[in-house]
Every structure is written in structure tokens, then in C-alpha cells.
């Protein structure tokens, strides 16, 4: 998904809903820190959105959603998503980072930190999810030490931390960091 086509989910989405706010929970909101970057690591179609204020207005969303006629017109559609969607590092509200502006009219978005998106991605350990950390890691988008020190503030077993360290060194191994 493209800036612009997030900023078109954006548009729709505060305009269905009234809100102003959305927290962009998956992969879409690396273009918090990285607009520009459309390329492989970015091809999910979906954005998945939680409406900031208005929570119960989230479901909403679905109007605008997988195989709605705005998801069979253009491709590409909203997620609607809550905070137990993705298990995240405490602290992850104060690190979001606001969407550049686009025509989204009047519409926010704030995205995950591409360290709290990296965790999520390694807790939920999908083969998608795999496969976008070890470019994260090799494009330098995430650094292994915060990747680590965020690791150590996630509310999971021991048992699963240690795990997931295993596979934070083996995605930077051959890294510059």
C-alpha cells in the first residue's frame, strides 16, 4: 500500500466514523517514519485502524472493509482493529508518530513505532511476519539494540523472550549494527 492509498483509507475512514484520530496498528504504519517507502515490504492491502477516540466507532470500519465495494474498487481496504489486535511493549501510546500530512481531509493517522511494529511482528511470529522483520533488520529501518531493550518491556512468558531474541540476532547477523 502506497502513502496516498493510506491517506484515501484515512479520508473514508473519518468521514464514515466522525473521528478525527486513528492508531495504525500493522505493517501499514512504517509510513509514520517511512512515507515514501512503497516497495515488497509494504504489500499488505489492508490498514488496520482503530478509531483514537471514539473506540466503539472502530467497527464502523467495516464499511470500508475486506471485500466492501471500496475494498473491490480499489484494492485495498481498512482492518478494523483494537489494541489486543497486536501484543506491544509497554509505553507504545507515547512512541506513535504522526502520519505526514496528505489528503486525508483533516484526517490523522498515528503509527506504530517501526521497534513496538517490529515486536508485535515477532510476537505474532506469522511467515509474513518473519520475512518483513528480517527486511526491517536489513534495511536498517530497526535498530537491534532498541529491538532488544523493547523486548525486555513486552508482557510475554520468559520462555517466548528468549525465542524471539534468538530470532532478533539471527535477523541482524550480517548486519552492519
Known amino acids: ?32 517514519k517511512r512515507p515514501d517507502l512503497a516497495d515488497t515490504i509494504l504489500k499488505s492491502v ?22 466492501s465495494p471500496f ?16 501484543v506491544l511493549p509497554k509505553g507504545w501510546k507515547g512512541r ?7 489528503d486525508t481531509d483533516g484526517a490523522v493517522g498515528l503509527c506504530l513505532d517501526p521497534h513496538d511494529l517490529a515486536i508485535s511482528k515477532y510476537v505474532a511470529r506469522r511467515e509474513k511476519d518473519i520475512v518483513f522483520n528480517r527486511e526491517l533488520a536489513r534495511r536498517g529501518i530497526v535498530s537491534r539494540k532498541k529491538v532488544l531493550e523493547l523486548l525486555g518491556a513486552t508482557p510475554i512468558p520468559q520462555e517466548q523472550k528468549a525465542a524471539i531474541r534468538g530470532y532478533i540476532e539471527h535477523d541482524f547477523s550480517g548486519t552492519e549494527e
Do not use: C
Open 1 to 32: 500500500m502506497k502513502k496516498s492509498q493510506l491517506d484515501h483509507v484515512l479520508r473514508a475512514a473519518g468521514r464514515i466514523t466522525g473521528e478525527r484520530q486513528f492508531i495504525i496498528i500493522g505493517s501499514q504504519s512504517l509510513h509514520g
Open 71 to 86: 475494498h473491490q474498487r480499489f484494492g485495498y481496504y481498512a482492518d478494523p482493529v483494537d489494541e489486543k489486535t497486536a
Open 96 to 102: 506513535l508518530v504522526h502520519l505526514a500530512a496528505g
Open 46 to 67: 489492508e490498514a488496520d485502524l482503530i478509531a483514537k477516540n471514539e473506540r466503539d466507532r472502530t467497527e464502523w470500519l467495516n464499511a470500508i472493509g475486506v471485500d
